[in-house]
Protein backbone atom coordinates (compact mmCIF):
# COMPACT_ATOMS: atom_id res chain seq x y z
CA UNK A 1 0.00 0.00 0.00
CA UNK A 2 1.00 3.60 -0.81
CA UNK A 3 2.04 5.69 2.27
CA UNK A 4 -0.44 8.30 0.23
CA UNK A 5 -3.13 7.57 -1.99
CA UNK A 6 -4.80 10.10 -4.55
CA UNK A 7 -7.37 9.19 -7.50
CA UNK A 8 -5.97 9.24 -10.55
CA UNK A 9 -9.30 10.83 -12.01
CA UNK A 10 -9.87 12.26 -14.96
CA UNK A 11 -11.77 14.71 -13.45
CA UNK A 12 -14.22 16.69 -15.76
CA UNK A 13 -15.69 19.85 -14.78
CA UNK A 14 -17.85 22.76 -15.88
CA UNK A 15 -16.71 25.78 -16.25
CA UNK A 16 -17.47 27.81 -12.81
CA UNK A 17 -18.16 24.62 -10.97
CA UNK A 18 -16.41 23.28 -7.32
CA UNK A 19 -13.40 21.01 -7.89
CA UNK A 20 -13.30 18.51 -5.00
CA UNK A 21 -9.68 16.61 -4.39
CA UNK A 22 -8.43 15.16 -2.05
CA UNK A 23 -5.67 12.47 -0.64
CA UNK A 24 -5.85 9.67 2.07
CA UNK A 25 -2.01 8.44 4.10
CA UNK A 26 -0.68 6.31 6.61
CA UNK A 27 1.74 7.58 7.84
CA UNK A 28 0.72 9.77 11.16
CA UNK A 29 4.08 11.46 11.36
CA UNK A 30 3.13 13.95 8.43
CA UNK A 31 2.38 16.98 9.49
CA UNK A 32 3.43 19.04 6.84
CA UNK A 33 0.67 19.26 3.85
CA UNK A 34 1.53 20.74 0.32
CA UNK A 35 -0.64 20.58 -3.32
CA UNK A 36 1.07 21.26 -6.39
CA UNK A 37 -0.11 22.07 -9.52
CA UNK A 38 1.06 20.64 -12.85
CA UNK A 39 0.40 21.95 -16.07
CA UNK A 40 1.45 19.53 -19.49
CA UNK A 41 5.30 19.87 -19.91
CA UNK A 42 6.20 21.68 -16.95
CA UNK A 43 7.78 21.29 -13.48
CA UNK A 44 4.74 20.96 -10.45
CA UNK A 45 4.51 24.19 -8.98
CA UNK A 46 3.57 25.08 -5.35
CA UNK A 47 -0.36 26.01 -4.86
CA UNK A 48 -0.76 25.48 -0.74
CA UNK A 49 1.24 24.92 1.97
CA UNK A 50 -0.57 24.17 5.37
CA UNK A 51 0.65 22.62 9.07
CA UNK A 52 -0.87 20.29 10.71
CA UNK A 53 -5.03 20.32 11.11
CA UNK A 54 -7.47 22.72 10.03
CA UNK A 55 -8.71 25.01 6.61
CA UNK A 56 -6.22 27.47 4.58
CA UNK A 57 -7.87 29.78 1.68
CA UNK A 58 -6.69 31.43 -0.98
CA UNK A 59 -8.47 33.45 -3.18
CA UNK A 60 -10.08 30.49 -4.95
CA UNK A 61 -8.49 27.65 -3.68
CA UNK A 62 -8.94 26.36 0.33
CA UNK A 63 -7.07 23.34 1.53
CA UNK A 64 -8.28 21.28 4.40
CA UNK A 65 -6.15 18.94 6.73
CA UNK A 66 -7.98 16.28 8.73
CA UNK A 67 -5.18 14.91 10.84
CA UNK A 68 -7.29 12.71 12.84
CA UNK A 69 -8.74 11.10 9.71
CA UNK A 70 -5.21 11.05 7.94
CA UNK A 71 -7.15 12.84 4.96
CA UNK A 72 -6.37 16.21 3.02
CA UNK A 73 -8.66 18.35 0.40
CA UNK A 74 -8.41 21.14 -1.81
CA UNK A 75 -11.26 22.98 -3.49
CA UNK A 76 -11.24 24.99 -6.25
CA UNK A 77 -13.80 27.52 -6.18
CA UNK A 78 -15.47 28.97 -9.94
CA UNK A 79 -13.34 26.46 -11.70
CA UNK A 80 -11.60 27.93 -14.89
CA UNK A 81 -10.76 26.33 -18.00
CA UNK A 82 -6.85 27.26 -16.75
CA UNK A 83 -7.25 25.39 -13.75
CA UNK A 84 -7.00 22.05 -16.05
CA UNK A 85 -3.95 20.30 -14.53
CA UNK A 86 -2.48 17.93 -12.98
CA UNK A 87 -2.77 18.15 -8.92
CA UNK A 88 -0.39 16.69 -6.83
CA UNK A 89 -0.50 16.53 -2.97
CA UNK A 90 2.59 16.12 -1.02
CA UNK A 91 3.16 15.57 2.48
CA UNK A 92 6.38 15.40 4.91
CA UNK A 93 7.53 15.35 8.56
CA UNK A 94 9.62 17.00 11.16
CA UNK A 95 11.98 14.33 11.04
CA UNK A 96 14.82 15.94 10.59
CA UNK A 97 16.74 12.23 9.15
CA UNK A 98 14.05 12.18 6.98
CA UNK A 99 15.77 15.35 5.43
CA UNK A 100 12.43 17.03 4.63
CA UNK A 101 11.73 14.15 2.06
CA UNK A 102 8.04 15.37 0.47
CA UNK A 103 6.15 12.25 0.17
CA UNK A 104 3.56 12.80 -3.07
CA UNK A 105 0.46 10.96 -4.22
CA UNK A 106 -0.12 9.91 -7.89
CA UNK A 107 -1.82 13.13 -8.90
CA UNK A 108 -4.94 13.73 -10.46
CA UNK A 109 -5.82 15.12 -13.54
CA UNK A 110 -8.74 17.84 -13.90
CA UNK A 111 -10.21 19.02 -16.98
CA UNK A 112 -12.56 22.17 -16.43
CA UNK A 113 -14.32 22.52 -19.70
CA UNK A 114 -15.67 25.88 -20.77
CA UNK B 1 13.99 34.11 -16.00
CA UNK B 2 13.27 30.77 -15.08
CA UNK B 3 14.55 30.40 -11.50
CA UNK B 4 15.84 26.79 -11.83
CA UNK B 5 16.85 24.80 -15.12
CA UNK B 6 17.23 21.79 -16.21
CA UNK B 7 19.41 20.73 -19.36
CA UNK B 8 18.70 19.07 -21.70
CA UNK B 9 14.51 19.10 -21.75
CA UNK B 10 14.53 16.29 -23.83
CA UNK B 11 16.79 13.17 -24.59
CA UNK B 12 16.84 10.08 -26.07
CA UNK B 13 19.66 7.04 -25.45
CA UNK B 14 20.32 3.72 -26.29
CA UNK B 15 20.72 1.04 -22.94
CA UNK B 16 23.77 1.22 -21.70
CA UNK B 17 25.11 4.79 -22.21
CA UNK B 18 25.72 7.05 -19.62
CA UNK B 19 24.07 10.02 -19.26
CA UNK B 20 24.02 13.64 -17.63
CA UNK B 21 21.31 15.45 -16.62
CA UNK B 22 22.28 19.06 -15.40
CA UNK B 23 20.27 21.35 -12.96
CA UNK B 24 20.69 24.99 -12.13
CA UNK B 25 19.08 27.45 -9.86
CA UNK B 26 19.85 31.07 -9.18
CA UNK B 27 17.36 30.93 -5.69
CA UNK B 28 20.34 31.06 -3.91
CA UNK B 29 18.81 27.94 -1.61
CA UNK B 30 21.08 25.67 -0.18
CA UNK B 31 19.03 22.71 -1.13
CA UNK B 32 18.19 20.72 -4.21
CA UNK B 33 16.66 17.27 -4.75
CA UNK B 34 16.46 15.19 -7.88
CA UNK B 35 13.00 13.43 -8.62
CA UNK B 36 11.64 10.84 -11.30
CA UNK B 37 8.03 10.93 -12.42
CA UNK B 38 6.51 7.71 -13.70
CA UNK B 39 2.92 8.08 -14.72
CA UNK B 40 0.67 7.53 -11.80
CA UNK B 41 3.24 7.47 -8.96
CA UNK B 42 4.05 10.78 -8.11
CA UNK B 43 7.47 12.01 -7.80
CA UNK B 44 10.31 9.55 -6.31
CA UNK B 45 13.25 11.35 -4.38
CA UNK B 46 16.61 10.24 -6.11
CA UNK B 47 19.21 12.08 -4.35
CA UNK B 48 19.17 15.23 -2.27
CA UNK B 49 21.54 17.51 -1.11
CA UNK B 50 21.46 20.08 1.78
CA UNK B 51 24.75 21.61 0.80
CA UNK B 52 27.88 21.28 -1.32
CA UNK B 53 29.31 18.67 0.75
CA UNK B 54 26.03 16.99 2.20
CA UNK B 55 24.43 14.45 -0.17
CA UNK B 56 21.83 11.76 0.67
CA UNK B 57 20.37 8.96 -1.16
CA UNK B 58 16.50 9.08 -1.85
CA UNK B 59 14.28 5.98 -1.65
CA UNK B 60 15.18 5.31 -5.75
CA UNK B 61 19.07 5.82 -5.80
CA UNK B 62 19.58 2.67 -7.58
CA UNK B 63 21.74 3.32 -10.95
CA UNK B 64 21.79 7.07 -10.11
CA UNK B 65 24.93 8.94 -9.16
CA UNK B 66 25.18 12.39 -8.06
CA UNK B 67 27.59 15.60 -7.96
CA UNK B 68 26.93 19.36 -6.33
CA UNK B 69 29.34 21.53 -8.24
CA UNK B 70 28.63 24.48 -6.32
CA UNK B 71 25.65 25.90 -4.53
CA UNK B 72 24.15 26.46 -7.67
CA UNK B 73 24.38 22.89 -9.68
CA UNK B 74 23.16 19.64 -8.93
CA UNK B 75 23.82 17.04 -11.82
CA UNK B 76 22.28 13.28 -12.01
CA UNK B 77 24.42 10.43 -13.62
CA UNK B 78 22.64 7.44 -15.23
CA UNK B 79 26.05 5.70 -15.19
CA UNK B 80 24.40 2.56 -17.70
CA UNK B 81 20.93 3.80 -18.15
CA UNK B 82 18.39 0.93 -18.92
CA UNK B 83 15.24 0.92 -20.18
CA UNK B 84 13.41 1.24 -17.22
CA UNK B 85 14.70 4.74 -16.33
CA UNK B 86 12.53 5.78 -19.13
CA UNK B 87 10.96 8.72 -17.10
CA UNK B 88 10.43 12.43 -16.50
CA UNK B 89 13.06 14.04 -14.50
CA UNK B 90 12.88 17.05 -12.24
CA UNK B 91 15.37 19.00 -9.86
CA UNK B 92 13.96 20.98 -7.02
CA UNK B 93 15.53 23.35 -4.58
CA UNK B 94 14.33 24.37 -1.06
CA UNK B 95 15.44 27.00 1.44
CA UNK B 96 16.34 25.70 4.92
CA UNK B 97 14.68 26.60 7.88
CA UNK B 98 10.69 26.80 8.31
CA UNK B 99 10.55 26.97 4.76
CA UNK B 100 12.32 23.89 3.47
CA UNK B 101 9.19 21.98 2.69
CA UNK B 102 8.39 24.26 0.03
CA UNK B 103 10.23 23.33 -2.87
CA UNK B 104 10.31 24.90 -6.19
CA UNK B 105 10.40 22.76 -9.64
CA UNK B 106 12.41 23.04 -12.70
CA UNK B 107 10.83 21.90 -15.86
CA UNK B 108 11.83 18.78 -16.06
CA UNK B 109 13.71 16.43 -18.16
CA UNK B 110 11.39 13.90 -20.43
CA UNK B 111 14.35 11.24 -20.69
CA UNK B 112 14.01 8.08 -23.08
CA UNK B 113 16.00 5.00 -22.94
CA UNK B 114 15.58 2.59 -25.73
Known amino acids: QKEVEQDPGPLSVPEGAIVSLNCTYS??????FMWYRQYSRKGPELLMY????GNKEDGRFTAQVDKSSKYISLFIRDSQPSDSATYLC??????????????FGGGTRVLVKP | DADVTQTPRNRITKTGKRIMLECSQT?????MYWYRQDPGLGLQLIYY???????NKGEISDGYSVSRQAQAKFSLSLESAIPNQTALYFC?????????????FGPGTRLTVL
Open chain 2, 92 to 104: ATSDSGPYANEQF
Open chain 1, 27 to 32: NSAFQY
Open chain 1, 50 to 53: TYSS
Open chain 1, 90 to 103: AMSSMIKAAGNKLT
Open chain 2, 27 to 31: KGHDR
Open chain 2, 49 to 55: SFDVKDI
